[in-house]
């Protein structure tokens, strides 16, 4: 699995581990990926995705999958997820 989030975009970050006697030595620290499927109202079924933990909180507080979409810069999405953010505005639309 790629430790690359498709929805949130984290990805690891590097740094050093530095011990008591103040030696480094490289480390990543990995995002906290779940893989979840989420309910879309627009679309009537869920979509399968990789999110970090803070992105689901983040979807809680926006009101779901499809306010989060709908509300986020297009540019900020995949190409995927902008077909999805189309099919969404034009359910909502209609």
Avoid: C
Avoid at 37 to 42: D, K
Avoid at 69 to 89: F, G, M, N, S, W
């Amino acid at each position: 699995m790629a430790r690359k989030l498709s929805l949130g975009g984290k990805s690891p970050q590097t740094g050093n581990k530095v011990s008591h006697s103040n030696r480094k030595t490289k480390r990543k620290w990995m995002p906290n990926m779940q893989k979840k499927a989420l309910f879309s109202n627009a679309l009537g079924r869920t979509i399968q995705s990789n999110i970090s933990t803070s992105l689901l909180r983040t979807l809680d507080r926006v009101g779901g999958i499809d306010n989060y979409l709908l509300r986020t810069d297009p540019d900020k999405l995949t190409a995927h997820q902008r077909r999805l953010r189309l099919v969404i505005e034009r359910r909502v639309a209609a």
